[in-house]
């Protein structure tokens, strides 16, 4: 057990990670594709290594009863395995080779029958994420996010953090997606909305979770599907988690966060999850990264449950 790993799990190398089936794989990509004036999410790239070190104080009570589960987080036996594959390489002025190196190390994990969660970095880290599943059974996404996240290109860049989800709409393999916790304002103009609901997607505000509550979401997402989370952190209400790089008040809470990860993981086969946006700088006594590690956990007691 490594005390630099999250919750102190066992260190495997993405690039190589051997011959035994390692069940589930965290996973650090701190650095995605920039925009040229990139603002408070150049500090996103230290978020994995922020929420691996708030993970440690938990890490010698991942036994313990955990009131939000009414049990301990692994239940299941024979054991779930879970490992730390580590960080992928990358630079602040790379994002091609970023985005690379990045779909390259979630196949390795894939090529292992692994459940890749990925701890960002930027909310363009999921685009070369969910790149490396084609070829795979068609996936379902679930994105909790304030923002639509559906621009074609910003600045010329058009696999930057506005446009994660309008990637994820082109890909051959990619068959639904849900968003869920819009609110406020933010890049997406009238024809970014329009165009998104043309590609089918479900789009559900954070005041219509509110009115219909988290069972109704789950009704979107088709039962049995293959299904990627997506989590940037601002798709939280700042109360919650309040170290985001586009803060925007009205968002989910931690519950409902936790319940819709816990129902989709039962009602799903949940293949891998992503976590962005953490900005650790403005991260006051390490909360918002204290949020991230306790919905990665609870993420993992869905897994086991559900296996």
């Given at each position: 057990m490594s005390d630099a790993t999250f919750l102190g799990l066992p260190a495997i190398?993405?690039?190589?990670?051997?011959?035994?089936?390692?069940?589930?794989?965290?996973?650090?990509?701190?650095?995605?594709?920039?925009?040229?004036?990139?603002?408070?999410?150049?500090?996103?790239?230290?978020?994995?290594?922020?929420?691996?070190?708030r993970s440690r104080r938990l890490a010698n009570f991942a036994d313990h009863h955990d009131f939000d589960l009414d049990a301990p987080m692994l239940v299941v036996s024979p054991p779930l395995r879970v490992v730390d594959a580590g960080d992928v390489n990358g630079t602040p002025d790379d994002g091609p080779g970023n985005a690379a190196r990045a779909e390259v190390a979630v196949r390795s994990l894939l090529a292992t029958a692994a459940i890749p969660i990925v701890l960002g970095g930027d909310d363009s880290v999921p685009i070369p994420v969910l790149r490396a599943y084609a070829g795979g059974a068609p996936l379902t996404i679930l994105q909790v996010d304030a923002h639509l996240d559906f621009r074609d290109e910003v600045a010329g860049v058009r696999d930057g953090y506005s446009s994660p989800m309008r990637r994820a709409s082109e890909m051959d393999h990619v068959e639904r997606i849900v968003q869920v916790g819009l609110r406020g304002v933010g890049s997406a103009r009238p024809a970014d909305v329009a165009a998104a609901r043309a590609a089918g997607n479900v789009l559900i505000t954070a005041r219509e979770l509110r009115e219909g509550g988290v069972p109704r979401v789950l009704e979107q997402v088709p039962q049995g599907a293959s299904l990627f989370i997506v989590v940037d952190l601002d798709g939280l209400d700042p109360s919650v988690a309040p170290a985001v790089s586009a803060i925007s008040p009205g968002g989910l809470s931690y519950d409902e966060v936790g319940d819709l990860m816990g129902g989709a993981a039962a009602r799903c086969h949940v293949v891998g999850a992503a976590f962005t946006e953490l900005v650790p700088a403005l991260d006051v006594n390490g909360l918002s990264a204290l949020v991230v590690v306790r919905m990665v956990m609870r993420l993992l007691a869905g897994l086991d449950r559900n296996r």
């Open positions: 190398d993405a690039a190589q990670p051997g011959d035994e089936h390692p069940g589930v794989a965290i996973l650090g990509i701190p650095f995605g594709v920039p925009y040229p004036s990139p603002g408070h999410t150049a500090g996103c790239a230290d978020a994995p290594d922020a929420i691996r070190a």
